[in-house]
Every structure is written in structure tokens, then in C-alpha cells.
């Protein structure tokens, strides 16, 4: 299977790979997609993602949902990791966070669409949820709630 053309350009998956330290330094690596024109959902939850307030340097946490419509490729998932975790000592707003990440996978993949959802744990009593998304969601493609509860507090 590794021989597999399409799996040849990929430098991070099945090697030993050293963190990240920004997200600038991260390396996103894509394959072809084998169903390139089918119209399908890909989703990929991260509910440990931290990064840094750019103010006072205190970690915020998130609970991200991405899904995509794939094109003609598709996120090497090893290689998400990698860019997710490297906003671990990266200071920006949770804005920034969510926008930027849903946008350079966008893009990087050439996806049909893509929604992503950013779902803050409260710092100073307010949660901040951040959604952002391509468009509108294609005629036809399924997509699921994101089955993340709005933050309820203690009660």
C-alpha cells in the first residue's frame, strides 16, 4: 500500500517528526483524493486544541470541528496534527485561530467546501464560539450537526 504513488511526496507520515514550533514553521502535506467528483463530507474534531491569549500569554482551549467537501485532495492527517498542535505556544485571539485554520485547509486542499467550528472554554466567564465556513453548503452533501453542546456552565 505505501507504494501507492500518490502516498510517494509525503514527508511526515510513518517518520519520526519534530513539533512544530508555530504555525508558520507547520508543513501541511496532501495526497490525491481516490474519489475526486464525489461529493462527500470529511470531518476531523480536535477537543484538546490550545493556543496562547497574544495578550497575557495564558493558554485557551478549544474544541475544534472541521468538516470539508474534498476536491482533489486530501489533508494528510498526521500532518494536520502537527499544524493543530503547533498553535500550542502561539499567541492570537480565538478569531484568528479559527479563521486562519479554516482557511489555509481550504485552500491548501482546493476543497469544494469547508466549515469550521471553534468552540472557546470560557476565560474571564464568557465562552467565544468562532464559525466560519467557504460558502454555502453544496446541494446534495450531508452534513451532521457538530455535536458539541453549547458551554452550559455549572447549572
Known sequence: MADNPI????GQL?????QPASPEEAQLERVENPHSGTLYLTRFVAPEFTSLCPV???????????????GPWLVES???????????????????????????????????WLRISGYWYPRGGIPI???????????????????????RGRG
Open 7 to 10: 502516498y510517494q511526496k509525503l
Open 78 to 112: 498526521k500532518s494536520l496534527k502537527l499544524y493543530l498542535t503547533s498553535f500550542r505556544n502561539h499567541g492570537a485571539f480565538h478569531e484568528e485561530c479559527t479563521v486562519s485554520i479554516g482557511k489555509k485547509i481550504f485552500d491548501f486542499t482546493e476543497a469544494t
Open 56 to 70: 497575557t500569554g495564558q493558554p485557551d482551549f478549544a474544541h475544534l470541528v472541521i468538516d470539508y467537501a474534498p
Open 129 to 151: 464560539d468562532v464559525f466560519w465556513q467557504s460558502g454555502d453548503v453544496p446541494k446534495g452533501l450531508y452534513v451532521p450537526d457538530t455535536g458539541v453542546a453549547s458551554y
Open 14 to 18: 510513518g517518520q519520526h517528526t519534530v
